[in-house]
């Protein structure tokens, strides 16, 4: 799976502490934009950076930074994890706000 500069790869990574995701562009090797649990735009509204409802906090970051650096597709690489629990909550956060904003989205 590669992301390219039309639709860049969202890549997450969950720690039992965090969960971190990051929107890249395999062609150039760039990242374009990063979020997790530990960003500033977060600080003071996360209980723990583990939980589902951090995941979905970060997800709607996600989607809300990409809408504003112009992204309005993405291609979902779930990093070996399974579907499920904070990898799912954070996709479909981010989903949603792909949605609301009339974008392809992933």
């Not at 990051?22 to 209980?47: A, F, I, M």
């Not at 993405?74 to 609301?100: C, N, P, S």
Request: net charge positive; proline share 2%.
């Amino acid at each position: 799976m590669q992301g390219t500069a039309e639709r860049p790869r969202l890549c997450v990574f969950r720690s039992n502490k965090h969960i971190y995701a990051q929107v890249t562009d395999d062609w150039r090797q760039h990242t374009l934009l990063c979020c997790s649990s530990l960003s500033s735009e977060l600080k003071g509204q996360l209980k723990h950076g583990g939980s589902i409802e951090s995941a979905v906090k970060v997800g709607e970051l996600l989607g809300r930074k990409c809408l504003e650096a112009g992204i309005t597709a993405l291609v979902f690489d779930r990093g070996g994890y399974r579907y499920h629990g904070r990898v799912k909550a954070l996709a479909e956060a981010a989903r949603a706000q792909f949605t609301q904003a009339g974008a392809p989205g992933f």
